[in-house]
């Protein structure tokens, strides 16, 4: 099956550009005073901004194909400057369509900050 992977810490710039972008300026993303008065206890990563990450791993491994659903939960926060590693792998191939399995976990702790599955449609030959 394939499947690709890259480790990488975001850093609190990559979640203030990803605001301006964005326009989601929510202070727990922006924020370090407002965030540490929070349950966690600092900035945390927009879901979206590490779904463009992953993204980019399916692109790797089904390139030309036409995302038709992503589904995605983030079950821990993902901080600044924690080291993350970012995978993506093809769990399913059913016709012209290909199922891909996303996560994001902390290296250090091996613990998933965000898990879930792209659905993707091949591009005609």
């Known amino acids: 099956m394939k499947h ?3 480790e990488r ?14 326009g ?13 008065r929070t349950r966690f206890g600092r900035t945390v990563s927009h879901g ?9 791993l399916v692109d790797r491994i089904a390139p030309g ?3 038709r659903s992503q589904d995605l939960q ?3 926060p993902t901080y600044a400057d924690e080291l993350m590693r970012f995978s993506a ?11 891909i399995a996303v996560d994001c976990r902390r290296v250090d702790e091996d613990v998933v900050t965000c898990t879930g ?7 005609a030959a």
């Open 4 to 6: 690709a992977s890259i």
């Open 74 to 76: 983030f079950p821990a």
């Open 48 to 56: 979206m901004l590490l779904y463009t990450v992953l993204r980019g």
């Open 24 to 36: 989601d300026d929510n202070p727990i993303h922006v924020d370090p005073e407002f965030s540490a």
């Open 89 to 99: 792998k093809i769990v399913e191939t059913h016709g012209d369509t290909v199922t």
């Open 65 to 67: 194909a036409v995302q």
């Open 9 to 22: 810490a975001l850093t609190q710039q990559d979640f203030d550009a990803f605001a301006a972008l964005s």
């Open 117 to 123: 599955r792209s659905v993707l449609q091949k591009e």
